[in-house]
């Protein structure tokens, strides 16, 4: 239950391998691929929150160089999965211990030769990695190793690296600086082999010896690796040689406790499905493998990659905050501040299209700036670019922030992140919504219009349902916030106010609020997803898909299969529905839950979540069950879109992992928070006999256990 | 000067000549084909402002089957010219009288066999049409004539009748009614030739008859028809009777006389330039071919078929209307009273969308209904219909009719039409605008978003300048209007006041109308199509053009070449300083003059003129001149677009010709008029040496001579 693993890889498995075994401390990433790897197997070593961009080309994370690289050559014949056929192939990893391991046997001239391998990066010491390589030959052989630095990266917009030095006074490095932020970034390696020549052909800069193994006997050798950003050299030398000079077993110790501490408290124990038990625990995996650092933030495809440009999006405050909410309460507030310290690239975004306020990034980088291009698509008939309307008219994104802020507040009881920038962040989105709005001066209603909800097939909607809620809630949560800085940190608002005007902002908020447009709803309680919704053709899936001309091409903007239709892209409706629970009746969710789930494509891997959340609160556990399951192990399956249009957007998918996470605690188990009380509502699918989890809420660590009949919740320990 | 004419005929050119050589009275339209036509070389005989639907498919005018059918067949060989190459061809329409002919000779068996025809439709007797057919041989030959009905119609959503009645008592007829509105249809025929023997084969009703040709001893004999739309049968069969005992000549000489009275008022002489008189002539043909009928419109398409479904679009008002103004007032009268009396349509299409007051229809027919689809496009890629906005967003449409109006008003100085319905229109277009117009309450503005402006290709933008500029006109109107009938009529006032509560509307005008988003000018007075124009690429339409992927493609939409870039289709900020000339500057005009105009596809056929106007207003008389022939040439060159995307557009374009004729009166001769007076400001290009023309003005006919030195204003009559 704690590894995952294949016995066989296919060429065109190799792609889909590198996501799913991808394995990272939360700074960096390195994807699923094989030692002897290289750059068209989409081998990639990426940085968290690092970002570098090329005139005239999409910015986006940064890769290093590869420093896992490693080739074995039997009489000339290279060892390499992709040009050689196994006998024996096995790839796993480790879930507890973020342990990727590989195993692979060859016959050449009738002799068997295995390799294996093992590798992690620590998370204990975050800039420290580690190989453990090994050769194991059936008869008496000479062979050839070679490892190093593949300084060929595997970038989607580069090369980031234009020049570089490379570094071999102790060990094999490579240093040097991206070309447009000049971040300095140095790879240093240290293997355990003696007496190696220096190689420096093709891309690689590394060493080769030849082996005489004996029959039998396994030779082996181990490589460790620090990787240091914008640090002098000096030090990441010396730390290179404290942590060479410890060795890999005891890096691995070190490790390995580190994950432990994590799965004490992020563990969820399921009885009587052990399929998913195995998918949430990957899904934790997944997570904790993105266990941001201090103001960082989560990429949508999380260390994958540089797919969706390494950004961050709605997906982090939405549907990964939960998870470290409850199991890491310190990640959970470098996600908030993270907005906090951004907020000036929202106010700009603002400003640049003629608002006040906070106008946050639809595709975040490191100063809030958003990366978000005005032409997402790549239509796949002309191969020409389409003007899309993420950028600019998913204003939702804004609310979505107030919305984890306040979770985070409530969940935590950390008021002060609200003195801290977090009460300006609030108000500043609010601010931002009264400068959208327009006012119907005929009907006397206050709209927003011309916005993407989280419903993308349809772009420059009316009054989305779900963009009007969070508006009307960021209204709400900016009164209340205003409220408790006026009685517990008068000083404070005084301040505030005299800078921002926050009371203009309230009596405008007191004006505008009630009079909001409100969705209209069918006579069965169906609520329009936006203004003409239910005018659109009313079809299904299946019919859209045979209307498609190319099984690439996108079903969005104005060409699109299911733009003049009622399908759409993922939960919008039932997004709201999920996120403001309490605010509306099991008929309202029966309904919408009904209306809208034939119509759904769940094209983004955001939607099988909320439709699992609104199942399970209208008692459909069968239906949440499979949602659960398809959120839970997108990532296992790689059964996801890796194109819109001619666009890769392949990649892991967190957002479905904290989603599945979401779906196991507040569907499966119904756990409620209010006012510092906890309380929970099982409502298991009907197999499952059992789930146990840990949460920290406010200053306690708690023990959540529940049955179908039964539930425990038991308070751990008070924090300090 | 007064023919066009052509001597040859390829197969490639029949659609093209079908337009040319269109014939018509302004109740019916016969194009320009030749007798033998059949439906596949798109005969029609189009009836004006009478429109049929079927399920499924666009609404669209009626084609009446075609009475001109006539095939003559030499021992069995058919004299058909897309079958049999003529060794002498000739095709010709006289201007003055609206006659078409042709002469055409094959050799068959070495012998010459020239036939000749001559048809009209007549502007005298409005239901009558005629036919005259010669045969010649240069030896003794038998020939048999065949002629009559054919009843296959071109269509191109029909078949409009789908059952109908031959009738054979006094010659040929057919009677039928339209399938979705009963309108009963009857066509009947009498020819003087004599012991014919009836035919009904492949889909031919008619009379065969074999003639004994003497040696260069022609053959001729001719065909009356009658054709009515919902009278009783005997009323047309009594019609016949007399027409036909009246004979071919004598209707021909009524026809002729009718001719000679409207060109007396409509011609234009300009010495010095034969083309452009002669494309100006041509011009004026086309519209006096339109003439409407008691409060009916226009087509955009004019008579020569079913494009654009035979619907009436703000051409009529902006583009045609002056000639007739000037020419014609009551055919003036009559198009101002369609929209008179389409008003409750245009309110039942306001309410639709949710807006109040009157929103007139993009593509009005009978009843003022929108029979524009929301799908105007046929993408050529997916061969999909895309969504596009002309219907539901083109809201400048009801400020057209507005100002149309209002310069009817000022023109003939007949306010009668304000107290029989005019005045009832302009407030319920203003009570549009101000139901639809939104208010930004940060910025204290009004705004009219979500609009399409004149240049199609830039769907769904905010505050198109054009637009605005005649919502802030049809406010001034309104106003002026109201105060008018407060002191002209105000017992009038009083019960539309109290119908209508036109008081509000002023009050609410009163407050919003100074608060309307004015557009964005550059500091060289560039005025900004709408909000964000300047912001797009700036590119140019020949680098478009190396961008298409497929030479039909559509340029609009969000998929379009044209979509995230500067270039417009047509003249749109160039229309709005055209139609309110004496609002701007010259070095406003100027200004944009020189920035649109490489901007500018010039992708519909309103835009020469709008921009020839303007180059005239700036002293630019060569850029005028090339804007005013390519404007009067388009139907005689047959250079105009085929298809926007893969839907077919061809036809006539009587837009540009009463763009034609605006550009020679308000361009060339600067003619103003204002306060009861009358005054020009000669701007002829150098060539040009004079230019006259005849024109009504209020209550008198006046005779205007202009050259480049000297004006001459002479007032002939004054009406009674």
Redesign the interface.
């Known amino acids: 239950m704690w590894w995952i693993s294949d016995y066989h890889h296919q060429p065109t498995q190799t792609v889909h391998y590198g996501n799913k075994y991808v394995i990272g401390n939360g700074i960096y990433g390195y994807r699923g691929t094989l030692d002897e790897a290289r750059a068209e197997d989409q081998v990639g070593l990426n940085i968290s929150n690092l970002y570098d961009g090329l005139p005239g080309k999409w910015r986006e994370s940064v890769n290093a160089w590869n420093p896992f690289y490693t080739e074995v050559y039997v009489q000339g014949i290279s060892l390499n999965i992709s040009t050689q056929s196994p006998t024996n192939h096995h790839q796993k990893l480790s879930l507890k211990h973020g342990l990727h391991q590989r195993r692979t046997t060859y016959r050449i001239n009738d002799k068997d030769i295995t390799i294996e391998s093992e590798r992690f990066i620590s998370m204990h010491a975050k800039n420290t990695m580690a190989l453990r390589y090994t050769i194991t030959a059936s008869d008496t052989l000479d062979v050839e190793i070679k490892t190093g630095i593949d300084t060929l990266i595997w970038e989607l917009n580069g090369p980031h690296f234009k020049e570089f030095e490379h570094l071999s006074a102790n060990g094999i490095g490579i240093t040097g600086s991206t070309q447009e932020c000049k971040h300095q970034v140095t790879l240093l390696t240290k293997t355990t082999l003696d007496d190696t020549q220096v190689v420096k052909d093709d891309s690689i800069f590394g060493e080769t010896k030849t082996i005489h193994l004996t029959k039998n006997e396994s030779f082996h050798f181990t490589k460790i690796i620090i990787l240091d950003v914008n640090k002098p050299l000096e030090q990441t030398q010396e730390t290179l040689t404290n942590q060479f000079d410890k060795g890999y077993n005891a890096l691995r110790k070190d490790h390995q406790h580190a994950w432990n501490a994590l799965w004490a408290i992020s563990d969820i124990l399921i009885e009587g499905d052990d399929d998913a038990q195995h998918a949430l625990r990957y899904s934790i995996y997944h997570l904790m493998i993105l266990t941001p650092d201090k103001d960082k933030s989560i990429p949508a495809r999380g260390l994958s990659g540089q797919v969706y440009k390494g950004a961050i999006f709605w997906d982090t405050e939405i549907f990964m905050l939960p998870f470290f909410l409850h199991t890491n309460p310190r990640a959970a507030k470098a996600l908030i501040d993270y907005r906090i310290k951004t907020l000036p690239g929202a106010q700009a975004k603002a400003k640049h299209y003629g608002f006040?306020g906070a106008f946050y990034a639809w595709e975040s980088h490191e100063n809030g700036q958003d990366v978000c291009s005005?032409?997402n698509i790549t239509?796949v008939?002309?191969?020409?670019d389409?003007?899309t309307y993420f950028k600019d008219k998913q204003i939702h994104i804004s609310g979505d922030i107030v919305y984890a802020m306040w979770h985070y507040v409530n969940h935590t009881n950390d008021t002060s992140i609200l003195l801290n920038g977090g009460a300006d962040v609030i108000f500043e989105v609010a601010r931002f919504y009264?400068?959208y709005?327009?006012?119907?001066?005929?009907t006397d209603v206050y709209?927003a219009?011309?916005v993407v909800g989280p419903d993308e097939y349809h772009e420059?909607v009316?009054n989305n349902a779900f963009t009007n809620k969070l508006i009307a809630y960021v209204f709400e949560i900016a009164l209340k916030v205003a409220s408790h800085l006026k009685t517990q940190s008068p000083t404070t608002y005084t301040k505030l106010n005299e800078h921002r005007k926050i009371d203009t902002i309230l009596e405008?908020i007191t004006r505008v609020h009630t009079k909001l447009k409100a969705p209209t709803k069918t006579k069965s309680q169906v609520i329009e997803q936006f203004d003409g919704y239910f005018a659109l053709e009313d079809t299904r899936v299946d019919v859209l898909k045979t209307?498609l001309?190319h099984p690439q091409?996108y079903w969005g903007?104005?060409?699109g299969?299911a733009?003049?239709t009622q399908i759409i892209k993922q939960a919008d409706v039932v997004t709201m529905l999920s996120l403001f629970s309490s605010d509306y009746s099991t008929d309202i969710k029966q309904a919408n839950y009904d209306y809208y789930h034939p119509r759904t494509e769940h094209g983004s891997s955001l939607s099988a979540s909320m439709y699992g959340l609104l199942a399970c609160d209208i008692n459909r556990q069968d239906d949440a069950y499979d949602y659960f399951m398809k959120s839970a192990s997108i990532d296992l399956t790689g059964k996801s879109k890796q194109f819109a249009g001619n666009t890769y957007i392949g990649g892991t998918h967190p957002a479905a992992s904290g989603g599945a996470y979401m779906l196991a605690l507040y569907g499966f188990a119904g756990l409620k928070t209010s006012n510092g009380t906890l309380s929970v509502q099982p409502r298991l699918p009907k197999h499952i006999k059992s789930m146990q989890f840990k949460l920290h809420y406010q200053e306690a660590l708690y023990t959540v256990t529940i049955t179908h009949n039964d539930t425990q919740i038991k308070k751990e320990s008070t924090h300090e």
């Open positions: 006040e005005d032409f239509d008939f002309t191969n020409r389409v003007r009264l400068s709005l327009k006012y119907d001066f005929t709209e219009l011309d420059r009316n405008t209307r001309v091409e903007t104005s060409h299969v733009y003049p």
